[in-house]
C-alpha cells in the first residue's frame, strides 16, 4: 500500500523536495528488504558480479531474476 502512495507522489511535479525524498528512500528500502529476504547476501554478490559493466560485452545469457 505504500509503496503505491511513494509511486503516486512521485508522479506529481507538486511535491515537495523533502516528500519526494522520502518517497525514493522508503522504495529503495522496500526494494532492498525484498532482496534480501528472498536471496543470501553471497547470491546478492555473485549477481552483482555477474551484472558489472566490464562483465556484459562477452555474455551471451545473462539472466536477471
Known amino acids: 500500500m505504500f509503496r503505491y502512495y511513494a509511486l503516486f507522489l512521485l508522479s506529481h511535479h507538486s511535491i515537495s523536495s ?8 522508503y522504495l529503495l528500502l ?3 528488504s525484498i532482496l534480501l529476504s528472498r536471496y543470501s547476501p553471497l547470491e546478492l554478490d555473485y ?3 555477474r551484472l558489472k559493466p566490464q562483465n556484459i560485452g562477452h555474455q551471451s545469457r545473462i539472466r536477471i531474476a
Open 18 to 25: 523533502e516528500e519526494r525524498n522520502l518517497s525514493v528512500t
Open 47 to 49: 549477481r552483482y558480479r
Open 30 to 32: 522496500n526494494d532492498a
